[in-house]
């Protein structure tokens, strides 16, 4: 196979469709193409995820990651196989060109939607509340455990909880309140023990004057993090309520 130009697909014989394939890699691999899910092999699922996420890659890259555990030549064919059979298929999704491989450009990757939405709220240009959805996704391709996998699960977790906290920021600089809540208490939902997550849920109940709301919220947090930790929450934190009363911390009974 040349490395100047080639071109690849799924693995299955497909008729000419106007359609751009749809790559999911949340909550699981699937491969979408006119509403349908095509099937793939569990090499080149891992090729594909693998370019999704990281871009592009060498061959030889590609190769070494994909197949740690053999030697160079080994690693090299089974490259060469996966992308033979995925060549088979009539729908365009990996390009070659200069010995790197990439996907294809019409290839639309729910991943990059994601970070694409994150990125408009951290720059503050996302124009209403409607990232909250996109943001919700799952977790990223769930029971696969190699490194460059936990790698990108972990970069795409800390991108979604700051988002979170950013959109909840904005949305309460534009009042409103029942969206930022929404967004907030997402974050804490994924990361309990973040107390900048916490603090977004205080800052949107104090905006609204609901001052009983962010006592109850407060001390909720503060018995689980003493539970889970033993520590009380920063000073920062506990001086946006300078009026809290401290009640005592009792540990949870361990059944």
């Known amino acids: 196979m040349s490395d100047r130009s080639c071109t690849a697909g799924p693995e299955t014989t497909a008729p000419t469709r106007k359609a751009a394939p749809t790559l999911r890699l949340f909550d699981g691999f699937r491969l979408e193409y006119d509403s349908t899910t095509v099937p793939v092999s569990v090499n080149g699922q891992r090729l594909l995820a693998f370019l999704a996420l990281r871009g592009n890659a060498t061959r030889a890259d590609s190769a070494g990651t994909l197949w740690p555990e053999v030697t160079e030549t080994r690693a090299s064919g089974s490259l060469r196989t996966t992308m033979w059979r995925l060549h088979r298929g009539g729908i365009r999704m990996v390009e070659s060109r200069a010995n790197v491989l990439t996907l294809a450009a019409e290839v639309r990757v729910d ?82 023990l973040r107390e900048s997550a916490h603090r977004a849920v205080l800052t949107i109940h104090l905006a609204e004057h609901n001052v009983a709301e962010a006592l109850r919220h407060y001390e909720f947090f503060r018995q689980l993090l003493y539970d889970e930790m033993g520590i009380e929450p920063s000073p920062q934190l506990q001086q946006m309520l300078p009026e809290a009363p401290e009640a005592p911390l009792q540990r949870a009974h361990l059944r």
Do not use: K, M, N
């Not at 909880?161 to 949305?171: D, F, K, Y």
């Open 111 to 192: 991943v990059r939607t994601f970070i694409d939405a994150a990125s408009h709220i951290e720059q503050f240009t996302a124009s209403d509340a409607a990232q909250v959805p996109v943001l919700d996704g799952g977790e990223l391709l769930p029971g696969w455990y190699d490194d460059w996998v936990l790698f990108e699960r972990e970069r795409l977790r800390q991108i979604r909880l700051h988002a979170l906290e950013t959109l909840a920021e904005h949305l309460t600089e534009r009042r409103r309140y029942a969206r930022a809540l929404e967004a907030a208490l997402q974050c804490v939902q994924l990361e309990p």
